[in-house]
């Protein structure tokens, strides 16, 4: 059975930064493309970030373009994402997922495997 469990959410000032922590067991990680999801009170889960099963090709959403970076270290089973200069939108619940052979990057019906999620909070 595929466990992702996130790490690193908290509360982070405006302008400053955080590193999110995917760490996946069971299954064989490197030879999935893995993606980063949030979700916000009252609003439905949205894409934010994926990257391909062997950390070449990366996928973010218009709003994350830029300040967020997703990376992977397959030998560590552990994919990242790097929050730089979040903005007053950001806040939400994040989850990482792993995805389906062959589906859609930024949607996540194309994920088989979600973790629990963990908050980031921004402050201003």
């Known amino acids: 059975q595929v466990q992702l469990v996130e790490s690193g959410g908290g509360l982070v000032q405006a302008g400053g930064s955080l590193r999110l922590s995917c760490a996946a067991s069971?299954?064989?990680?490197?030879?999935?493309?893995m993606g980063w999801f949030r979700q916000a009170p009252g609003k439905e889960r949205e894409f934010v970030a994926a990257v391909n099963s062997i950390g070449i090709s990366t996928y973010y959403a218009d709003s994350v373009k830029g300040r967020f970076t997703i990376s992977r270290n397959n030998a560590r089973n552990t994919v990242y994402l790097q929050m730089n200069s979040p903005e007053p939108e950001d806040p939400a619940l994040y989850y990482c997922?792993?995805?389906?052979?062959?589906?859609?990057?930024?949607?996540?019906?194309?994920?088989?495997?979600w973790g629990q999620g963990t908050q980031v909070t921004v402050s201003s």
């Open positions: 069971g299954g064989t990680f490197s030879g999935y493309a």
């Open positions: 997922a792993r995805r389906v052979r062959g589906a859609s990057y930024s949607d996540a019906v194309g994920y088989d495997y």
